[in-house]
């Protein structure tokens, strides 16, 4: 009787979880920030993307049926500080009606040129213009998380409970990503602390764990930069004794690749920074950064 009334029960619960309608129909800007989403949302969501997986948000241009999407969300998740620029168009289009959270306001930004360096590549980016990469700092993620969580929350109380033991669980893989990224670059020789990448995406992940990034092109991978700044950039890695230069999946990987021959240094293998991947483990936050983490670091 006991065992009976217990698989009833279970058949109950199941149905309620397994067959209920998704109580919040996200849409997010980009992968990460879906990502985030779905380790919060679980089952209680459905969460789609707007720029998918190895796709570039700089250059993302909306077509009809992502209005249509944005039009039928229920809540609207962006990254801002310039990195979405082109869905307040799109709010507008699609007369959009729900909630718009955007993930980054709880994170002090980044000016881009916050080293004050007259770093090659820089000089085309206006004074006081915010890095929007802010994600790419495990702690920066973490805050990501809890504005999330909170947006969630207040748009559908009854799952509280729900999102709140979610966040719970991945704040503390965020905290352990961030312990091992900080253990694993701490014992990053000062040689290798400088890094070459095509676009000016790390400037974040620079500042929280104790590295120098050096990019021929700017902010966006749209920007081509001039003969005069990659000039500049060659001797200054000759002047470092610069060994090792990496490409990143959304990149141009040519003139990363003319660099490495110019200077002698090693092509390092690709880092990723804009959207997650199918390739390299990089398809979820955690992977991506354990990925950078493991290239940067090979011996
Ligand atoms: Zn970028």
């Given at each position: 009787?006991?065992?009976?009334?217990?698989?009833?029960?279970?058949?109950?619960?199941?149905?309620?979880?397994?067959?209920?309608?998704?109580?919040?129909?996200?849409?997010?800007?980009?992968?990460?920030?879906?990502?985030?989403?779905?380790?919060?949302?679980?089952?209680?969501?459905?969460?789609?993307?707007?720029v998918g997986f190895d796709e570039d948000a700089?250059?993302f241009?909306?077509?009809?049926?992502?209005?249509?999407?944005?039009?039928?969300?229920?809540?609207?998740?962006?990254?801002?500080?310039?990195?979405?620029?082109?869905?307040?168009?799109?709010?507008?289009?699609?007369?959009?009606?729900?909630?718009?959270?955007?993930?980054?306001?709880?994170?002090?930004?980044?000016?881009?040129?916050?080293?004050?360096?007259?770093?090659?590549?820089?000089?085309?980016?206006?004074?006081?213009?915010?890095?929007?990469?802010?994600?790419?700092?495990?702690?920066?993620?973490?805050?990501?998380?809890?504005?999330?969580?909170?947006?969630?929350?207040?748009?559908?109380?009854?799952?509280?409970?729900?999102?709140?033991?979610?966040?719970?669980?991945?704040?503390?893989?965020?905290?352990?990503?961030?312990?091992?990224?900080?253990?694993?670059?701490?014992?990053?020789?000062?040689?290798?602390?400088?890094?070459?990448?095509?676009?000016?995406?790390?400037?974040?992940?620079?500042?929280?764990?104790?590295?120098?990034?050096?990019?021929?092109?700017?902010?966006?991978?749209?920007?081509?930069?001039?003969?005069?700044?990659?000039?500049?950039?060659?001797?200054?890695?000759?002047?470092?004794?610069?060994?090792?230069?990496?490409?990143?999946?959304l990149?141009?990987?040519?003139?990363?690749?003319?660099?490495?021959?110019?200077?002698?240094?090693?092509?390092?293998?690709?880092?990723?920074?804009?959207a997650?991947?199918?390739?390299?483990?990089?398809?979820?936050?955690?992977?991506?950064?354990?990925?950078?983490?493991?290239?940067?670091?090979?011996?």
């Amino acid at each position: 009787m006991t065992r009976f009334l217990a698989s009833l029960m279970l058949c109950f619960s199941l149905s309620s979880t397994a067959f209920a309608e998704p109580a919040l129909r996200v849409l997010t800007t980009f992968t990460i920030l879906q990502d985030f989403v779905r380790e919060i949302g679980g089952d209680r969501v459905t969460v789609t993307t707007l720029v998918g997986f190895d796709e570039d948000a700089h250059a993302f241009d909306p077509r009809a049926s992502d209005i249509r999407r944005l039009r039928d969300a229920d809540l609207l998740v962006s990254n801002g500080l310039g990195f979405d620029p082109w869905i307040d168009p799109m709010m507008q289009s699609a007369r959009f009606t729900g909630t718009h959270v955007v993930a980054s306001s709880q994170v002090t930004p980044l000016e881009r040129d916050d080293e004050g360096h007259d770093e090659p590549g820089h000089e085309h980016h206006h004074d006081g213009m915010a890095d929007p990469h802010a994600w790419l700092d495990a702690t920066n993620a973490m805050n990501y998380v809890r504005t999330i969580a909170a947006a969630l929350i207040a748009a559908d109380p009854a799952g509280k409970s729900i999102y709140e033991a979610n966040e719970a669980a991945y704040l503390a893989q965020l905290n352990t990503l961030e312990k091992d990224l900080r253990a694993g670059f701490a014992s990053l020789p000062p040689s290798r602390r400088t890094v070459v990448t095509p676009h000016d995406a790390f400037g974040y992940f620079a500042h929280a764990y104790g590295l120098h990034f050096l990019a021929p092109a700017g902010l966006s991978n749209e920007a081509a930069p001039s003969a005069a700044a990659v000039a500049d950039l060659i001797r200054q890695l000759r002047e470092l004794n610069v060994d090792r230069v990496y490409l990143e999946t959304l990149a141009d990987d040519r003139l990363i690749q003319r660099i490495g021959r110019e200077t002698g240094a090693t092509v390092g293998g690709a880092l990723y920074a804009d959207a997650l991947s199918r390739k390299d483990g990089a398809d979820t936050y955690t992977g991506l950064m354990r990925h950078n983490l493991k290239t940067l670091t090979a011996p």
